[in-house]
T-cell receptor, first 113, second 114 residues
Framework: QQQVKQSPQSLIVQKGGISIINCAYE??????FPWYQQFPGKGPALLIA?????SEKKEGRFTISFNKSAKQFSLHIMDSQPGDSATYFC????????????FGKGTKLSVKP | DGGITQSPKYLFRKEGQNVTLSCEQN?????MYWYRQDPGQGLRLIYY???????QKGDIAEGYSVSREKKESFPLTVTSAQKNPTAFYLC?????????????FGPGTRLTVT
């Protein structure tokens, strides 16, 4: 019940296209859902996060869509660029357990020029 | 320049030796975390600390030890009991209170044990 399932494992998108990464969870106590971006050999960087009181959050080309009833959330990258090529991780936290994050296994995104 | 520093970036050790990875933060964060990252496995929590002089085991604590003597520092020791220590180790911190959950990561240390 603590798992966060992320798909797909890898994704290839053409420059200018839309990249979509999906995550699903079981624990209804989760109340914080961040996405992290990681480049090879670097630490993950917080990209965007959402709480379940909203269904969508947009920051620039990055949008999180959240479906509370389906217990799913997704990251959309609009107008994908080669510089977006990285590994993306979704995560979830219930806060009650000191805010510990449960991470998905990651999606490796390649944006072709 | 605020942030989280981890040293060294690369570390090589012989099997059977203990090794300590450094993590320092100047963000005035209360909470600090250690994760292990293996290819295709995501990030797995080793230990975390919400306050000085207190820490808790994460999901994969066996073969690891930590200390939290100062707010800014949270070193991780990989002991000889860790069966497969070669991995990328990430330290993170967060405010840890007031419902603020954002975790910020350091640049990581890649440990290779042969």
């Amino acid at each position: 019940q603590q798992q966060v399932k992320q798909s797909p494992q890898s994704l290839i998108v053409q420059k200018g296209g839309i990249s979509i990464i999906n995550c699903a969870y079981e624990n209804t106590a989760f109340d914080y859902f961040p996405w992290y971006q990681q480049f090879p050999g670097k630490g993950p960087a917080l990209l965007i996060a959402i709480r379940p009181d909203v269904s969508e959050k947009k920051e620039g080309r990055f949008t999180i869509s959240f479906n509370k009833s389906a217990k799913q959330f997704s990251l959309h990258i609009m107008d994908s660029q080669p510089g977006d090529s990285a590994t993306y991780f979704c995560a979830a936290s219930s806060g009650g357990s000191q805010g510990n994050l449960i991470f998905g296994k990651g999606t490796k995104l390649s944006v072709k020029p | 320049d605020g942030g989280i520093t981890q040293s060294p970036k690369y570390l090589f050790r012989k099997e059977g030796q203990n090794v300590t990875l450094s993590c320092e933060q100047n963000l005035n964060h209360d909470a600090m975390y250690w994760y292990r990252q293996d290819p295709g496995q995501g990030l797995r929590l080793i230990y975390y600390s919400q306050i000085v002089n207190d820490f808790q085991k994460g999901d994969i604590a066996e073969g690891y030890s930590v200390s939290r003597e100062k707010k800014e520092s949270f070193p991780l020791t990989v002991t000889s009991a860790q069966k497969n220590p070669t991995a990328f180790y990430l330290c993170a911190s967060s405010m840890g209170r007031g419902g603020i959950y954002e975790q910020y990561f350091g640049p990581g240390t890649r440990l290779t044990v042969t």
